[in-house]
């Protein structure tokens, strides 16, 4: 399984297979055209940008996504090149892209999503359980930190959490990206060997792996984010029902966590997106987003 999900992470949902911003007018200006920007490796963008595709769809939309970095997303989104991003995580880890754009953005008040936390991640059988731990036994874990994409807002964070922990000098951050950082812990799980990598929860691979996040027992990392609604200002105001469902948008921890289970076991993001909508309850919680 672990294959597919690092290929679909790996193409973060791009139906368009761009690694950049669209040029100007390539946005979702048309009625019923959407253009949404997505960050390779972050799980949980492409599972709600999937799911949001399928309903999009279903209410006749068009759907494409455009695969950039986060800087280059949100100054898209500011100059009306894409329409939106769907998983900025505030108030904390995606602040700083925020407030360079804030003036050209339209930031949906309400999280649909309000307990995302960063963590460290290691396998269930490694006997430490706190970053201290850790920290005291950094060359158990070849003194390293796998670490996820350089321009996240983890990345950026990280480094003032180890000063935290005073483990700045015991423990390197090692770049990397996401799908690197989970086949490096799978490694670790298959083969017994203690490896700690950058990730986040909800993740799927909480459930799909026998790993474990570790115990912030300093505080290092920031209080838990929400995931917001980011969308440009005309797509928001020629799309206001759009704005709407979005607004009425809320997922628990579970379902999010099925979500990206479901996103993560299929060959598309939309293929799991569909699949997981077939569960009862799932269906309905949508329906009533879009009433």
Request: charged share 25%; net charge negative; aromatic share 8%.
């Amino acid at each position: 399984m672990l294959k597919t999900t690092l290929a679909v992470a790996a193409i973060a949902v791009s139906v368009s297979a761009c690694s950049g911003v669209a040029p100007a007018g390539q946005g979702g200006g048309d009625d019923k055209s959407v253009n949404f920007a997505t960050v390779p490796g972050f799980d949980d963008t492409v599972a709600v940008t999937g799911l949001w595709s399928v309903l999009l769809e279903e209410k006749g939309y068009s759907v494409k996504t455009t695969s950039v970095d986060l800087a280059a997303g949100f100054s898209g989104i500011a100059r009306g090149d894409l329409d939106g991003y769907l998983n900025a995580w505030l108030p904390t880890t995606h602040q700083a892209y925020i407030d360079k754009y804030k003036d050209d953005l339209v930031i949906l008040d309400k999280p649909y999503f309000d307990n995302d936390e960063l963590v460290l991640a290691v396998p269930e059988f490694v006997e430490e359980n706190t970053i201290s731990e850790v920290a005291q036994n950094a060359a158990k874990y070849d003194s390293k930190i796998i670490g996820i994409e350089a321009g996240s807002g983890e990345m950026k964070i990280l480094p003032d959490v180890l000063a935290k922990y005073d483990a700045a000098d015991k423990l390197a951050i090692v770049e990397g990206s996401t799908p690197a950082a989970l086949a490096a812990l799978k490694s670790g799980v298959d083969e017994n060997k203690p490896v700690v990598v950058a990730l986040w929860k909800p993740h799927w691979a909480f459930a799909a792996m026998k790993v474990k996040a570790l115990e912030d027992d300093r505080q290092g990392w920031p209080a838990a984010d929400g995931s917001h609604v980011v969308l440009s200002k005309e797509f928001a105001e020629k799309h206001g029902e759009v704005r709407g469902w979005m607004e009425n948008s809320k997922l628990t921890d579970e379902q999010y966590a099925s979500l990206m289970l479901a996103v993560s076991e299929a060959k598309e993001p939309a293929e799991g997106a569909k699949k997981w909508l077939e569960t009862p309850e799932n269906r309905q919680a949508a329906d009533e987003w879009l009433k």
